[in-house]
């Protein structure tokens, strides 16, 4: 059990100050008839019945049901516009600009390193191993009295590997800020969520998402699960109507998918396992990362041509060859098991012109 984290010790002054804004929502609990408070138009939208009414600010319908299907209480979750504003909400709580700073593992989620400068705070960089796990020591060395922060993607991007659970563990029970741990791709690995040990970790982030298994990437809502305090703290930097009526109707609707969800991840990574192996059979592939996520880290020879090649055909996929540590490497996503194939067949195609252009 952690014992030396203290919440209102990392708060910064002007969040401990903060007078939240009150939207007219907040100010009534319950249904009302008559909605005379928020200056709205009163006569409906042509475009869309019911949107004329501002929503709920703190989302209680879509995070009931989020309840039942995480095990996590409604006073754990905050939704956001993205997993991103619930990043940024991080380094505007607990980060001091100028002063402060955070470490990062990469290579990790870009984001991370972007809120950092937009924030100005500055950031310690602790590379993985050459198996892409924890440094544990370089990271005790490079934690200092400001380090706030600490970023841990598990199953990481860009490698797709989960991150050992002990040694996370390790971090969470020693170090006296708020670790983050990034589980957008959670719902492709065997290993259990963190979010079932938030009531051991009082400093403790779990960051979750329903763009990738959910397949709701352009509605951009992300999840953070955190002790009932830390919540708090979200709630009160947050913008009043961060999730809007019409992502929350959408949500609402396809949360009573889980069946179907389910169904897609196991057909995802069934076609994970069979793409792998498909690549193992090129002698061009040097190494596929073994992944827990929805895509594949796959080191190849003339990885930039073989890109442009794809991206000639229309395929698109990313490009991680110059990233360290993912040197000569290309980013899969896993498809249907139709866009799978043509992605193999191209590459085919690609090496046999290749080994004809040598002779």
């Not at 993607?153 to 989960?162: F, I, K, M, V, Y």
Request: hydrophobic share 40%; glycine share 4%.
């Amino acid at each position: 059990m952690k014992t030396s984290f203290s919440l209102n010790v990392l708060l910064r002054d002007n969040i401990k100050k903060l007078v939240p804004y009150s939207s007219a929502r907040d100010e009534f609990k319950g249904e009302a008839s008559v909605l005379l408070d928020a200056n709205e138009n009163a006569f409906g939208s042509p475009y869309a019945k019911n949107y004329n009414r501002y929503p709920d600010p703190l989302q209680h319908r879509v995070k009931e049901k989020l309840r039942l299907i995480k095990g996590v209480p409604e006073e754990n979750i905050f939704l956001g516009n993205g997993s991103d504003e619930a990043i940024d909400i991080l380094f505007r709580a607990f980060c001091e600009p100028g002063r402060d700073n955070v470490i990062l593992v990469p290579p990790t989620y870009g984001m991370y390193e972007v809120s950092a400068n937009i924030n100005n705070v500055a950031y310690k960089k602790i590379n993985l191993t050459a198996d892409y796990q924890l440094d544990l020591e370089g990271i005790a060395s490079a934690i200092d009295a400001h380090t706030k922060l600490i970023f841990i993607c598990s199953p990481n991007n860009p490698t797709g590997n989960s991150i050992h659970r002990q040694d996370i563990e390790t971090i969470l029970v020693n170090f006296d800020g708020i670790v983050v741990v990034d589980e957008a791709y959670i719902n492709f690995a065997k290993q259990a969520s963190f979010t079932s040990d938030l009531g051991e970790f009082p400093n403790l982030v779990v960051l979750q998402t329903l763009s990738k298994a959910w397949g709701l990437a352009a509605l951009r809502l992300g999840m953070a699960f955190a002790s009932k305090d830390i919540i708090t703290v979200f709630n009160k930097i947050k913008p009043p109507y961060n999730i809007n009526q019409a992502t929350q109707d959408i949500v609402l609707e396809a949360l009573d998918g889980v069946d179907i969800v389910n169904e897609w991840i196991k057909e995802v990574v069934k076609e994970r396992e069979k793409l792998a192996e498909s690549l193992l059979t090129m002698p061009q592939v040097v190494h596929v990362t073994p992944s827990d996520a929805n895509f594949i880290l796959v080191k190849l020879e003339e990885p930039r041509a073989l890109y442009d090649f794809l991206v000639d055909r229309g395929i698109i996929v990313r490009d991680r060859s110059k990233v360290e540590l993912c040197e000569g490497c290309l980013r899969l996503t896993i498809g249907t098991p139709q866009e799978n194939n043509l992605l193999l067949k191209s590459m085919r195609e690609f090496y046999e012109d290749q080994t004809q252009r040598r002779m």
